[in-house]
DNA sequence: GATTGTATTTTTGTGGTAGAAAATACGTCA
DNA sequence: TGACGTATTTTCTACCACAAAAATACAATC
């Protein structure tokens, strides 16, 4: 077996006392949750029913409230008896997201940290996986499952586990942003584009904040998720929802391989001013300027990639002699 | 709960002596094998390595050797003594396909016939499922993620699977045109434009075969197999991961949705003759053409859809009312 | 009348085990 | 040497029982 020896971290799956399956689910929920209030224009005092997170979210009250319950603990939401719960004073300040450490995200996450540093052969069995990791089956095959739908790994039809080509090669990374090249600028384009309000607004402030930094500081982290906040939501805007999720799916992507791929911080910044600026022709209803200014945003981003253009063949050529094998 | 009775087949899970799970994983792989080697240019006599099976479909020689011996079965291919499998001579001649009948895709269509004719409910659970179907739980959750997995379902937080507004929705019918009007033409335009050559003529034969067909007398199903292949060979000639998976993507759900929208078969026809067309410009090397009869096929489709222009009643109202009868 | 609080019922996830299927090791033949 | 044939080992799936979580029913409150 090609594969190396490497870091094994015992994920397990026995469930410990204090922690069992609940407190998972609860604070996944509690986290989406509060996503989803954050969209929404709230004010402290303002009542939260759990009938609304209950029909957006598909559960039953039973979660909702456990979930409510986990986020007036930490001070965002606040309690009347047999009144329910309200908004607190604090929710708007806070800013940390109530992340939880999972068995699966921790598995999730090495096994993607194994595969972009090819500790990981491309094809895998479950039952090796579970060996490497000394995880339960249960929680490997979720988490093969999830990297399947995101279009990370695909179940052969034996037992075998296929990593596809994902962006670390600089090939797919090609592919990646030619696509986004179709997509996105189509998406100011579509009959029925309307951006929320609050979203843009939100949008902007964040944008404005890290345009102004200075590249040697950057936390490129948050930055890289305003980016794909951005793009998300204008997927989302395009009023099509194949387009929308074909958007989300290229941004899962680009998440992941935030890693191996590293995007210069001064781009990063200029990337903000670009998206400023789509985002002030969105707002005076200019959409095939914001198309232009898309399609533009997106082609110096293919350029500055690095090791594209500025290594050796032109784009054309490389892209026909890379054609031949696949 | 609003579903109404309905059909209820047993899908059992039992194994019956004859036909344990082995047999469904190998006509699977059979049926895989045998497209892959119809796309290769064999003649009869040619020899089938199982080594070459064996690294196209991840697994290892046992099932491949189960699957040709299947294929030996139905005079596709010939076995010699230690010396393996070759094609035989009925190999071009034989059409039929070797497609099974599956407890798992005897519910998976039960499940699809049931939702569009609006027979369950939009949110369904699991136990839901093995009641209504008579199924055991394994099924119907390996069933539940290949409908994830083709973007009709999606998994809730808690207990419950949620349908996506398919394409029997006028509005994701739009919406699915839309997607495809921007990324299809834009397939052409890909650096590596390269169409296989076998590919090509197979696909000019079936066509020109369908464009002289009768209106009255067509066979729909293979019509609608051939529309679906020759807009899944363009992506796949784009050399474009991203683009040739999403293009694939839609075209799982317009086969699923296929019962409930009906294109006029004379719309078929001349859909055939705009692929040809379109073939024709990619052979001539004409590319930019090519994405513009596409453009204009696409659009041409949009517009002959039921129900879009040419009827009454508006959008929101026919959606409902096809909702109620099948 | 709608929403919350509480109790009850239903459904799901997990772990262990037997048997089926896939992977693999090894000998043999062109 | 590389491909096939056969035997052995490993891995997976189905099934069962129990604990945990979600759904639901019903009473109480605004």
């Not at 584009?193 to 944008?207: E, G, M, W, Y």
Request: charged share 30%; net charge positive.
């Amino acid at each position: 077996m090609p594969s190396r020896p490497a870091t094994r971290s015992r994920i397990s799956s026995r469930r410990r006392a204090t922690s069992p399956r609940r407190a998972v689910t609860q604070a996944a929920l509690a986290a989406r949750i509060l996503t989803w209030l954050r969209q929404q224009d709230l004010k402290p005092g303002d009542h939260v029913p759990e009938r609304l997170a209950t029909e957006e979210f598909h559960v039953s009250r039973t979660p909702v409230r456990a979930a409510l319950a986990l986020l007036t603990e930490q001070g965002l939401l606040e309690r009347h008896d047999q009144r329910g719960f309200f908004i607190a004073d604090g929710f708007a300040a806070a800013r940390g997201t109530v992340a939880a450490e999972t068995p699966d995200s921790t598995l999730h996450d090495a096994i993607l940290r194994d595969r972009f540093s090819k500790r990981l052969d491309a094809e895998v069995t479950a039952a090796h996986l579970t060996r490497r990791y000394r995880a339960s089956r249960a929680i490997v095959l979720r988490v093969l499952g999830r990297l399947q739908k995101d279009g990370i790994v695909e179940r052969a039809l034996g037992q075998r586990w296929v990593f596809l080509p994902a962006l670390d090669s600089l090939r797919s990374q090609e592919d990646s942003h030619r696509f986004r090249l179709i997509l996105e600028p189509a998406a100011f384009l579509q009959p029925g584009f309307a951006l929320d309000a609050k979203r843009a607004r939100d949008l902007k402030s964040a944008l404005a904040e890290l345009a102004g930094q200075d590249a040697r500081t950057l936390d490129l982290k948050r930055a890289l998720e305003t980016d794909i906040a951005f793009h998300e939501a204008m997927g989302d805007a395009s009023n099509n929802r194949f387009l929308a999720e074909a958007i989300r799916r290229q941004s899962r992507l680009r998440r992941l391989a935030t890693t191996s791929m590293q995007v210069p911080p001064a781009r990063l910044i200029e990337s903000c001013r670009e998206h400023l600026a789509i985002l002030e022709a969105v707002a005076a209803g200019e959409l095939a300027r914001a198309a232009e200014l898309m399609r533009e945003h997106l082609a110096s981003s293919l350029r500055a990639r690095p090791g594209f253009v500025n290594r050796g063949a032109p784009p054309m050529l490389r892209a026909t002699m890379m054609g031949g094998a696949r």
